[in-house]
């Protein structure tokens, strides 16, 4: 009984702990992603190098996290800074596949998850520096997120409903799942992109970007319909509520006043007006914030408002 005790508790630790170091590695590898994709450069060739140096990197100088603590944040060889973002990424991922495993195992979810979480990591970091969310993250995602809900699908229950309803029998399954995917990226592509349609027609220039567009089809190919329609919400929400403090701090920060004030006495408008205007342009990289929500739903509404996990019908 205690050797059993003994062993539970070592797998309580081992496992946690692989899952761990396993996404440090990963997300070492993602790291390349964000750097180099929009670039346009090859995430395989050449290895990883000095980007002013051109020094290749030593294989001890590659360690997940602690390389860049005992670099001190800066290139062996001509002391270039290194970006705090490279080790953040690597222990962000390691955390999130640990979670991936609390919450979901060792089963073909988590397998699912995973690639979900590496895939947002992508986006969500790249939107945030390039203001970009690539193809060649979105459409690949797509694919995967379609193949991963015929093994593991949504469970949104509105295949289940359309097959009673449309095909009147119960359909395969992985047809089901597959469904399910289709549904959410129908819902959540279509959805942002009359919003960015009616922005367009409103305001008179552009507020989403296809890339945002693409992403929702993604994501919603993992989660379904509902899990999409939470991510759109709350991710919507949380960009709006730090977006306008964003401006609003670029505002009460006096932020390009003088290039107002030159403005105003050339008659264009009050400088405070002018102001506002000039903050109210940032950019918000709202694929960064959808990236957000979709792993809030994923950990935190699954378990209750939206139940992701799969479930015998």
Known sequence: MEGLWHSRNVAILIIPGFFFLFGTIIGSFLNVCISRIPEGLS?????????RCLTPIKPYDNVPVLAWLWLRGKCRTCALPISPMYPLIELGTGLLFVAVYERFGIS?????????VCLIIVLTITDLRARMLPDVVNWPGFAVGLMFSAFVPPDDGIGYLLSQRVFHRMLPEPVLGVLDGLLGAAFGSLLL??????????????GLGMGDVKMMAMVGAFLGLRGTFFTILIGTLLGSVVGLTIVVGIFVARWKANVAERASRRGLGSARGLRWAIASRYQLPLGTFLGIASILVLFYLSSGLINLAPQVR
């Open 43 to 51: 995430i395989v060739a050449p290895g990883s190098r000095c980007p």
């Open 108 to 116: 073909q979810a988590s397998v699912k998850w995973l690639f979900f």
């Open 193 to 206: 992109l009359a919003v960015s349609w009616l922005y367009r027609v409103t305001r008179g220039r552009e």
